[in-house]
């Protein structure tokens, strides 16, 4: 019943590092949903039926975001990372290259 997650053998992996693994496929999996739902919902011509996709969308964005975060708590780099680009107004990329400035003046 396994999946793929692993690239290296299992019973060589730290719990810790098995445990982050099946978040990463969870969260993989919550985005394939999210995308299967934007889909379904931007053909949908059934009001109702729509309504019931978008609340089911909507229930995936807090599985993603409750992945991402336990995650992020769990890698303090990665979070340092988040930090410089998420809810920041502004280019994106821009963002992230001042977020590196400030990672390797902090080093």
Not at 40 to 55: F, G, L, N, Y
Request: one cysteine or more.
């Amino acid at each position: 019943m396994g999946t793929n997650q692993y690239h290296e053998p299992a019973t060589e992996l730290s719990q810790e590092t098995r445990t982050f693994a099946r978040i990463i496929t969870s969260l993989q999996e919550e985005c394939e949903a999210i995308n299967w739902y934007q889909q379904r919902i931007s053909v949908e011509p059934d009001p109702e039926a729509k309504a019931i996709m978008q609340h089911a969308q909507e229930e995936e964005f807090l599985h993603f975001s409750m992945d991402l975060e336990f995650l992020l708590r769990r890698t303090p780099r990665w979070r340092v990372a988040a930090q410089n680009i998420l809810f920041h107004d502004g280019h994106i990329v821009d963002n992230a290259e001042k977020g590196e400035e400030q990672e390797e003046n902090a080093d």
